[in-house]
T-cell receptor, first 112, second 113 residues
Framework: GENVGLHLPTLSVQEGDNSIINCAYS??????FIWYKQESGKGPQFIID?????DKRQGQRVTVLLNKTVKHLSLQIAATQPGDSAVYFC???????????FGTGTRLLVSP | ETGVTQTPRHLVMGMTNKKSLKCEQH?????MYWYKQSAKKPLELMFV???????ENNSVPSRFSPECPNSSHLFLHLHTLQPEDSALYLC????????????FGQGTRLTVV
């Protein structure tokens, strides 16, 4: 079946650094992608999304890049803060279907 | 606060018990979902409801029985569960099932003993 996977299970950065979290997907029909953040004891929170007709989208301190050629998605966090420490999930959807498929997640640890 | 509320937050039940998980959304969404989150596994979609109609059952065992009485409420009825069913059960809602993000509740941490 199709799967969404993350390259690194844990990413450790210093406060103030920029963080890059990567995600590979295998369903070439996926046309909508989302990044979620999950803090301990909470449900996933929406961060940013991107449609397949775009290759970059910026939010507040976050940027998502989509490379459809190599089926790769990344989340860049600028000036990472301790409050950014969490597990980050990418998710993909083929909008012809209703399933949002999640990756296993990357834990981001931010040291002061 | 995402507008999606799940109760209870924690539940411990024996394998012969019957219990229900509740989800309520105050966002005016018409699609609701149940996900299972186990340690070191991706979130697994269990059920999808769109306008109160079940549109997806992702090969979930019959010991899990969903109910959606209206677009704002979703239940997951549990009976004769197994220890491997212990997980975080997450409810989510979205405006439609297409290119829209889903908003998640805090989850119910279920332990089956």
């Amino acid at each position: 079946g199709e799967n969404v996977g993350l390259h690194l299970p844990t990413l450790s950065v210093q406060e103030g650094d920029n963080s890059i979290i990567n995600c590979a997907y295998s369903n070439s029909a996926s046309d909508y992608f989302i990044w979620y953040k999950q803090e301990s004891g909470k449900g996933p929170q929406f961060i940013i999304d991107i449609r397949s007709n775009m290759d970059k989208r910026q939010g507040q301190r976050v940027t998502v890049l989509l490379n459809k050629t190599v089926k790769h998605l990344s989340l860049q966090i600028a000036a990472t803060q301790p409050g950014d420490s969490a597990v980050y999930f990418c998710a993909e959807k083929d909008t012809g279907f209703q399933k949002l498929v999640f990756g296993t997640g990357t834990r981001l640890l931010v040291s002061p | 606060e995402t507008g999606v509320t799940q109760t209870p937050r924690h539940l411990v039940m024996g394998m012969t018990n019957k219990k229900s998980l509740k989800c309520e959304q105050h966002l005016g969404h018409n699609a609701m979902y149940w996900y299972k989150q186990s340690a070191k596994k991706p979130l697994e979609l269990m059920f999808v409801y769109n306008f109160k109609e079940q549109t997806e059952n992702n090969s979930v065992p019959s010991r899990f029985s969903p109910e959606c009485p209206n677009s704002s409420h979703l239940f997951l009825h549990l009976h004769t569960l197994q220890p491997e069913d212990s997980a975080l059960y997450l409810c989510a809602s979205s405006q439609g099932t297409g290119e829209r993000e889903a908003f998640f509740g805090q989850g119910t941490r279920l332990t089956v003993v």
